[in-house]
């Protein structure tokens, strides 16, 4: 079951399997199976970088304040010579906006943002992003100060503190799966994702943002 490879749980993928209609006697043993012996699973696996002292959290008080951005690539080139994604995570939701890209600037990114994320949901508070170029400076930098977007950016293994980094990790592994053919599976992917009951709130990413 491709959900077990965005590392929500064995319970979380059982119990959406039921809710759909789906039963049978070995669901749970057959679920841990699939997910020990996913090859694609185990190459993205999250390596644990927690530091020795504690992290502070980084809290969100309301839905879409504050978004983590992220760039997975380079995949296998697909149609239209598309290689990367760019990904966005509310953090109070985890809902998820996602676009395939050719290439990776900072007009690309201020875009995305802008199309993704300001059009549809509004202007955020906070964007966590990681030190890449395409973030730190302008075009991007500066239409963030223009908006009074508050840029956070942290080293993106640092975001395992808050489970970001193993649904990053997932979603590369399910799209690495479908070499040339992520950019069909993408959309899957997502569907999947904002319709899965999460472990903190017991609520699906698709209940809380509509």
Known sequence: ?????????????VGKAIRQGYYWPTMHRDDRSVTQNCDSCQ????????????????????SFYQWGIDILGPLPQAFGKLKFVIIAIDYFTKWIEAKPLARITGKDVKKFTWDNIVCRFGLS????????????????KGWCESLNIKQMNTVVAHLQANSLVSLMEGIKARLG?????????????????????KERNGKTPF???Y
């Open 1 to 13: 079951m491709g959900s077990s490879e965005m590392r929500i749980g064995v319970r979380l993928v």
């Open 207 to 209: 209940s809380l943002t």
């Open 43 to 62: 190459v993205h696996a999250p390596v644990s970088r927690r530091p020795k002292t504690p992290m502070t959290s980084i809290l969100e008080p309301w």
């Open 177 to 197: 799966r479908e070499r040339a053919g992520w950019v069909g599976e993408l959309p899957n992917v997502l569907w999947d994702h904002h319709t899965s009951l």
């Open 125 to 140: 508070r906070v964007l966590v992003t990681d030190n890449r170029t395409q973030f730190v400076y302008d075009p991007f």
